[in-house]
């Protein structure tokens, strides 16, 4: 039975990490996206946030992506008069994306959800092994 709190546990992680990639990778696909209409704000990244989830049935606690929050932080302004995105001071507002941050989460996200398909791999090899002590 531990076996499969042990994979349930490791299959939350996979899904967690595979809606932080797909936050991460809305947040570099507008990184450089500009409002449609002057002086008004651009794409604002999001903060992908993990939270605990009781499984009662195997009496485990998993992981699970939570709401997804806007991050706070200012704009990037630029001086482009000629950009149709340009407030009357001739300053474009950009995205509070940070391409490295986004890549760095991305790695993170990339190894802990290699580290959970490693688990479910160990955990398989296992499972496998005692079925053939068994059948011996």
Do not use: C, W
């Not at 042990?6 to 996979?14: D, E, K, Q, R």
């Amino acid at each position: 039975m531990d076996f499969f709190r042990t994979l349930a546990i490791a299959a939350s992680g996979l899904r967690a990490q595979s809606g932080r990639m797909r936050v991460i990778s809305e947040n570099i696909a507008n990184a450089d996206s500009t409002s449609t209409q002057p002086g008004a704000d651009p794409y604002r990244r999001k903060i992908p946030v993990f939270q605990t989830e009781v499984d009662r049935a195997l009496n485990v606690q998993l992981v699970e992506l939570g709401r997804v929050q806007l991050d706070p932080s200012d704009f990037h302004i630029k001086y482009e008069p000629g950009h149709p995105a340009a407030d009357k001071n001739g300053n474009v507002k950009y995205p509070n994306v940070n391409p490295l941050v986004e890549m760095t989460d991305m790695r993170e996200a990339q190894r802990s959800y290699e580290a959970n398909v490693n688990v479910i791999t160990a955990t398989r090899r296992m499972i496998q092994r005692t079925i053939d002590i068994l059948k011996a």
